[in-house]
């Protein structure tokens, strides 16, 4: 019986690191999900070791609370008979499109590898 030498492992060498500019795919859907309300939650529990999704997914999670608590202060205060009339046909669509904005704005900032610093809401992240 002839003895066959084993056949060498083909070992793929690793991928070649990204360019300094460049991010993988996945850290780049982590950041986006990081300010789609709940859906944060998937980066925050996903990527412990990511020290920059973590800050964005708590940021996200922070404007959503943030944004939570300010629309139940002015859905309250709407329970006034004018206010409330001026309130709902004005100031609520004015304060959805001003969350629009501050998530789309924070999605691209986040996506450059910067950050959108919020004053009150970013400091309370911070201590998170």
Known sequence: MQDTPPAPES???????????ERSSDKTVM?????????????LLVE???????????HGLTLIAGWIVLSIAIAMLAAIPFVGAILGCAVMPFLWVVILIVHIVA????L???RLIVPVISDFTDRW
Do not use: N, T
Not at 11 to 21: D, I, V
Not at 31 to 42: D, F, K, T
Not at 107 to 110: H, Q, T
């Open 112 to 114: 450059k590898g910067e």
């Open 31 to 43: 950041l986006v999900l990081s300010y789609l309300g709940i859906l944060a939650l998937i980066p």
């Open 107 to 110: 999605i691209v900032k986040a």
């Open 48 to 58: 412990k070791e990511d020290s920059e999704v973590q800050w964005h997914a708590k």
């Open 11 to 21: 070992q793929e060498p690793p991928p070649p690191p990204l360019p300094s500019g």
